[in-house]
């Protein structure tokens, strides 16, 4: 079974810094695909970022870019130029290839950002 | 940008009783889901549904677990004997596909209290 770890339950950052976020995933496929997700005190979880496993490129949106590398079976989310609206609990996912319905979920990383 | 919702945001009762938490996913989205989170633990898949049937269980959804789309709007999930360990935050999500790194659209969330 795919299992997903996040190892830092909390991350406290200065605004306008750089913060990175871990997670691991074991996995025997070799098609699957990773996504970040946030979810603010509002309680609704929100896609920040997905990547692919057979693409080699990192996936970039605006702020937000993450680094996959595959052969360690790690998936890191990194926020640049932190705001205040980026606090959050922030769960790395796992879907595997060939259209399964179910993510699998860390257990999330709760973001601080300090003004 | 269109939303999930969900009602109610908390629901509190008895063990033994049934309850039904209520989901109105988005409206061209074809797929729809289950997910929970128990307070300090994973975010967990639970169902998934298309085409008014079943696609895809996880373990926990048992014969106490059902879902139901009632009409062209609602997404139920059933518990028929609640137990103690059902206490959790119940997330519904819906997409338009499936799989294949497809985003997911979750609503906020029913806290379910189980006393």
């Known amino acids: 079974a795919q299992t997903v770890t996040q190892s830092q339950p909390e991350m406290s950052v200065q605004e306008a810094e750089t913060v990175t976020l871990s997670c691991t995933y074991d996995?025997?496929?070799?098609?699957?695909?990773l996504f970040w997700y946030k979810q603010p005190p509002s309680r609704q979880m929100i896609l920040v970022i997905r990547?692919?496993?057979?693409?080699?490129q990192n996936a970039t949106e605006n702020r937000f870019s993450v680094n996959f590398q595959k052969a360690a079976k790690s998936f890191s989310l990194k926020i640049s130029d932190s705001q205040l609206g980026d606090a959050a609990m922030y769960f790395c996912?796992?879907?595997?290839?060939?259209?399964?319905?179910?993510?699998?979920f860390g257990k999330g990383t709760h973001l601080i950002i300090q003004p | 940008e269109p939303e999930v919702t969900q009602t109610p945001s908390h629901q509190v009762t008895q063990m033994g009783q049934e309850v039904i938490l209520r989901c109105v996913p988005i409206s061209n989205h074809l797929y729809f889901y289950w997910y929970r989170q128990i307070l300090g633990q994973k975010v967990e898949f639970l169902v998934s549904?298309?085409?008014?049937?079943?696609?895809?269980k996880s373990e926990i959804f048992d014969d106490q677990f059902s879902v139901e789309r009632p009409d062209g709007s609602n997404f139920t999930l059933k518990i028929r004997s609640t137990k103690l360990e059902d206490s959790a935050m119940y997330f519904c999500?819906?997409?338009?596909?499936?799989?294949?790194?497809?985003?997911?659209?979750f609503g906020s969330g029913t806290q379910l209290s189980v006393l």
């Open positions: 999500a819906s997409s338009q596909s499936r799989g294949f790194g497809e985003k997911l659209f």
């Open positions: 549904f298309y085409n008014n049937e079943i696609s895809e």
């Open positions: 996912a796992y879907e595997p290839g060939g259209g399964a319905d179910g993510l699998t």
């Open positions: 996995t025997s496929e070799s098609d699957y695909y």
């Open positions: 990547q692919e496993a057979y693409k080699q």
